[in-house]
C-alpha cells in the first residue's frame, strides 16, 4: 500500500510556483495578484480565506482581501465583482463561499468574470471544462487529478466510482476522469444517495472517489485487493485526544481499508491539502494568461 502524501505534492508544487514566480519578476514581470471577498465571520470561512492569503505570501504572490458585514446587500457585493473584473491589477479572485442567504451565490458567481474565476465556478469554466477545452477546474477535483498524476496512477480503461455528485467534487471529478486524456480514459460510475447496489458498484471499482461527506461510511468489506481509495470527506467530530477538542475524518475507515489499497489518500494530509495549491495554481495561469490567451 503507498500512502498518497498531499502534503508532501502541495509543497513541492509551493515551491514550484515560487520558482515561476521569481522568474517572473526577475524578468521585470507582474507579480500574480489573487483577491478574496469576505462575507461576514463565518469561523471555517475566515480559516480558509486565511489559509489562501498565508499561502499567497509564501509563492510571492500579492494578495488583497475584501472584507463586508453579513449585512451586506447584494447590490454591493456585485458591484465589488465588477470592480474586480474590471481591475487590470488582479489576475484572479475568489468570492468565499457560502454567502448569507440574502445573497444569491448564482447571482454573484455568474457576474465574476471567467478569467478571472480561479475558483472555476463559473458556468463557462465548468462548459468548457466539460468540453475538454482550457479551464479553470475548481480546486477539489484538480486537486485530485494533479494527485494521481504526480504519483502516476494508472487511469487508463479502471472502473470508477465517484461517490456523492456535488457540483463542486463529484461532479466535476466524474467527467475529469472520464474525459479522453491522462489522468482520465476510465469508465466513471457517479452515484449517490439514490443509487442501488452502492457496495457492489464500490467493490467491483478499481478507482473509488469517496466525497459524500459520510464519516467512515467505505469499509473494508466494499473494497477489492489493490483499490485506489481517494478519501474526499472532511468531517469535523469531538475528539478527547486533541488538543483542540476536535478532529478530522475522511469518508474512508481508513485502518480497515488501507492494507487493501495500492494507493489511498490520509485525511488529514490528502485531498484537503491540495485544494488551496490547486488555487495557487489557477492564479498563476490566469496571471499568464494561459487559460484565456
Ligand atoms: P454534498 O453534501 O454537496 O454532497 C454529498 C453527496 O453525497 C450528494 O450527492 C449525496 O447524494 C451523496 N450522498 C450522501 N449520502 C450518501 C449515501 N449514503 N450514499 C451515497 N451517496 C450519498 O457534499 P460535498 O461534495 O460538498 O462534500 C462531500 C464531502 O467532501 C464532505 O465531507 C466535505 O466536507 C468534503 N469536501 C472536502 C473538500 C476537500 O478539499 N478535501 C472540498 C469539498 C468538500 P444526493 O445528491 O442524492 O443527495
Known sequence: MLLIDGKKIASEIKQEIAREVQQIK??????????????????????YVAGKVKACEEVGFTSTLVRYEDDISEATVLNT?????????IDGFIVQLPLPDHISESKVIEAIDPKKDVDGFHPVN??????????FISATPAGIIELIRRYEIPTSGKNCVVVGRS??????????????????????????SRTRNLNEIIKASDIIIAALGKPEFV???????????????????????????????????FDE???????????????GVMTIVSLLKNTLLAAKCEIYP
Open 26 to 47: 526577475a524578468q521585470g514581470g507582474k507579480t500574480p495578484h489573487l483577491a478574496a471577498v469576505l462575507v461576514g465571520h463565518d469561523g471555517a470561512s475566515e480559516t
Open 81 to 89: 465583482v465588477n470592480e474586480l473584473n474590471n481591475n487590470p491589477d
Open 126 to 135: 465548468l462548459g468548457r471544462m466539460v468540453l475538454g477545452m482550457p479551464a
Open 167 to 192: 457540483n463542486i467534487v463529484g461532479k466535476p471529478i466524474s467527467i475529469l476522469l472520464s474525459q479522453k486524456t491522462y489522468p482520465g480514459d476510465a469508465t466513471v460510475t457517479l452515484c449517490h
Open 219 to 253: 469499509r473494508a468489506d466494499m473494497v477489492r485487493e489493490g483499490a485506489v481509495v481517494i478519501d474526499v470527506g472532511i468531517t469535523r467530530v469531538k475528539s478527547e485526544v486533541t488538543k483542540s477538542g476536535w478532529k478530522l475524518i475522511g469518508d474512508v475507515k
Open 257 to 271: 481499508v488501507a492494507p487493501k489499497c495500492s494507493y489511498i489518500t490520509p485525511v488529514p494530509g490528502g485531498v
